[in-house]
């Protein structure tokens, strides 16, 4: 049973900066592509970024709304992803949700294509 336990997270002001981490534990089959979403009330849940977790490496894709603030990285040997978020902004606001799937990261962001999913953590920034 894969389980992915979310830390970090926490209650900023504009223009502060927090950092989130992940860990994954069960998966045996390889790499795994691991993704952050966030939801806040009465939205949808959004990607924010995504990485593939195995040994081929990988590169770090972004949403739009984060590029440039939010820096993706990971340790293949701790199967942990962690993710820098720096200038962080009210919009921001949300729960954070780490996700991951098996195998290579087949599509940009879409919540539809990750199995499994953290309890999440989450992020309050101010003005």
């Known amino acids: 049973q894969v389980q992915l336990v979310e830390s970090g997270g926490g209650s900023v002001q504009a223009g502060g900066s927090l950092r989130l981490s992940c860990a994954a534990s069960?998966?045996?089959?390889?790499?795994?592509?691991m993704a952050w979403f966030r939801q806040d009330s009465g939205k949808e849940r959004e990607g924010v970024a995504q990485?593939?977790?195995?040994?081929?490496?990988?590169?770090?894709y972004y949403s739009d709304s984060v590029k440039g603030r939010f820096t993706l990285s990971r340790d293949n040997a701790k199967n942990t992803v962690s993710l820098q978020m720096d200038s962080l902004r009210p919009e921001d606001t949300g729960m954070y949700y780490c996700?991951?799937?098996?195998?290579?990261?087949?599509?940009?962001?879409?919540?539809?294509?990750?199995?499994?999913w953290g309890q999440g953590t989450r992020v309050s920034v101010s003005a």
């Open positions: 069960g998966y045996t089959s390889g790499g795994m592509c």
């Open positions: 996700a991951a799937r098996g195998g290579a990261c087949v599509s940009r962001l879409r919540a539809i294509s990750y199995n499994y």
């Open positions: 990485i593939y977790a195995g040994t081929a490496g990988g590169i770090a």
